[in-house]
């Protein structure tokens, strides 16, 4: 469910909503939510200061049951 | 009289061009809609019960989830209330390419927060009338200013902010 909510809370701030993608990681440290987007929109979804990236991490630790899930921005060319 | 004779446009002409060319009401209902898809979906995915109301308060539209448990959804202080309104602006500002001051309340926070800063606002200007000080209150933020500066100029006297922002706070002026 976290990862559907991430990808819709993206989906409807970026130009390129079709390129944009929710990866689930579960890793020794607990779970990662990597998000990809056009390169172009990057900035978008990160904001003047880091502010709609917090805003997201915000909203998503608010619907997640369990503490801390990280939420990563990247764009779709990075690994 | 002839083409070169036109009168240039006096400013009440002007005014008027200005205002035909934005209408506010019919934008304002499509921010207003456009928000609703955006939260009404992100419920619907995190299976939370919650009905959307809309409306257009002045100049700004107003979007209201109410009913259900909605507290995870406001959060301490209204942070997560905070960063919702603010990704439901960007979802506005990316659909209409305008940016919108689209106002966001969740389970009636803000309304119960208008109410509290209503009453405190009058009692600050009570105080400040009979003492004759000034008083200055707690760092708050730009909507809670807003409806204490109102309040304050209701009971007749004069406020302003200070400081910066977070900790930016109003302070009552005697008359």
């Known amino acids: 469910m976290l990862d559907e909510a991430l990808e819709h809370l993206v989906r409807g701030i970026v130009d390129h909503p079709d390129e944009v993608s929710v990866r689930d990681r579960q890793g020794r440290r607990g779970r990662t939510l990597e998000v990809r987007v056009h390169p172009e929109d990057l900035g978008k979804v990160i904001g003047r200061n880091g502010r709609t990236a917090k805003a997201l991490r915000t909203v998503v630790g608010a619907l997640g049951s369990e503490r801390g899930v990280r939420v990563d921005i990247l764009d779709v060319d990075e690994r | ?175």
């Open chain 2, 1 to 175: 009289m002839t083409k070169d004779d036109v009168p240039p446009m006096t400013e009440s002409q002007i005014d008027v061009t200005h205002e035909d060319a934005e209408p506010a009401a019919p934008d304002l209902e499509r921010e207003g809609e456009i928000a609703a898809d955006y939260l009404e979906e992100l419920l619907d995915i995190a299976d939370l019960d919650g009905d959307i109301d809309m409306d257009v308060e002045g100049e700004r539209a107003t979007v209201s989830i109410v009913g259900g448990d909605l507290d995870r959804m406001v959060g301490r202080d209204g942070v997560v209330l905070d960063a919702l309104q603010e990704l439901t602006r960007l979802a506005v500002h990316t659909s209409t390419g305008m940016r919108s001051r689209l106002m966001l309340d969740v389970g009636g926070y803000r309304a119960g927060r208008r109410s509290v800063l209503t009453e405190l606002g009058t009692r600050t200007a009570e105080q400040v009338k009979a003492n004759g000080e000034p008083v200055r209150l707690a760092p708050m933020n730009p909507f809670e200013r807003k409806v204490v500066h109102d309040a304050v100029a209701a009971a007749g006297l004069r406020s302003e902010s200070e400081g910066e922002e977070p900790g930016r706070f109003v302070v009552v002026h005697p008359t």
